[in-house]
């Protein structure tokens, strides 16, 4: 099992920024590809962000697409999500979410361990 800790969440307003980490400790040979979702009140934890264990590939939820933008530092057992131009919507749990496969995914089914999450508010 790999542990993972976010940080970085808080109040902002419209068109701010935040960014979010994630570190990753215990066994992290088994961390490779890494995801970022997302829980809004009363909605379904949704896909937001995910990256190859390389970091060389990405993809990103349409409503996000442009303006987050996610990295690693492998040596830091680190993931990061920056968030640009924030929107009320973008409100939520975020959590950060590995794989045991060095691959992509948007399915939370392919992430076995998560973080608590850390609450990201954005005022209008």
């Known amino acids: 099992q790999v542990q993972l800790v976010e940080s970085g969440g808080g109040l902002v307003q419209a068109g701010g920024s935040l960014r979010l980490s994630c570190a990753a400790s215990g066994r992290t040979t088994d961390y490779y590809a890494m995801g970022w979702f997302r829980q809004a009140p009363g909605k379904e934890r949704e896909f937001v962000a995910t990256?190859?264990?390389?970091?060389?590939?990405?993809y990103y939820a349409a409503s996000v697409k442009g303006r987050f933008t996610i990295s690693r530092d492998n040596a830091k057992n680190t993931v990061y999500l920056q968030m640009n131009s924030l929107k009320p919507e973008d409100t939520a749990v975020y959590y950060c979410?590995?794989?045991?496969?060095?691959?992509?995914?948007?399915?939370?089914?392919?992430?076995?361990?998560w973080g608590q999450g850390t609450q990201v508010t954005v005022s209008s």
């Open positions: 979410a590995a794989r045991t496969d060095y691959r992509t995914s948007i399915s939370r089914d392919d992430y076995p361990d």
């Open positions: 990256i190859s264990k390389t970091g060389t590939t990405t």
